[in-house]
Nanobody, 123 residues
Framework: VQLQASGGGLVQAGGSLRLSCAAS????????MAWFRQAPGKEREYVAL????????YYADSVKGRFTIFRDNAKNSVYLQMNGLKPEDTAVYYC?????????????????WGQGTLVTVSS
């Protein structure tokens, strides 16, 4: 599957953005989907994941209560709604797909990656 992330931009602290990730191929619903991010000078970290049907979601503690991951399998897309943005949320955000059977939080578990979209939060 090929992934294309979009929706990043510059926003003030407290603002909102919605990231989108469009997938090619017919088997999108067979993948667990996730968002990761990489801040300048830091390692890439897990943000959120969603089950194949979209009924199970997990979040990193740093974004819980502010970010929402959801998907539309009919549109082969996964989204990340980000509210209450903070300067520390500044990063390149990546969507990723996992064909495995478990819910996993590590980069190595994900087979496919989008190219990343930059989110910058100003204070």
């Amino acid at each position: 599957v090929q992934l294309q992330a979009s929706g990043g931009g510059l926003v003030q602290a407290g603002g909102s953005l919605r990231l989108s990730c469009a997938a090619s191929g017919r088997s999108f619903s067979s993948y667990v989907m996730a968002w990761f991010r990489q801040a300048p000078g830091k390692e890439r970290e897990y943000v959120a994941l969603i089950s194949r049907l979209g009924n199970i979601r997990y979040y990193a503690d740093s974004v819980k209560g502010r970010f929402t991951i959801f998907r539309d399998n009919a549109k082969n897309s996964v989204y990340l709604q980000m509210n209450g943005l903070k300067p520390e949320d500044t990063a390149v955000y990546y969507c990723a797909a996992d064909s495995g059977v478990e819910y996993r939080y590590t980069e190595s578990a994900y087979n496919y990656w989008g190219q990343g979209t930059l989110v910058t939060v100003s204070s």
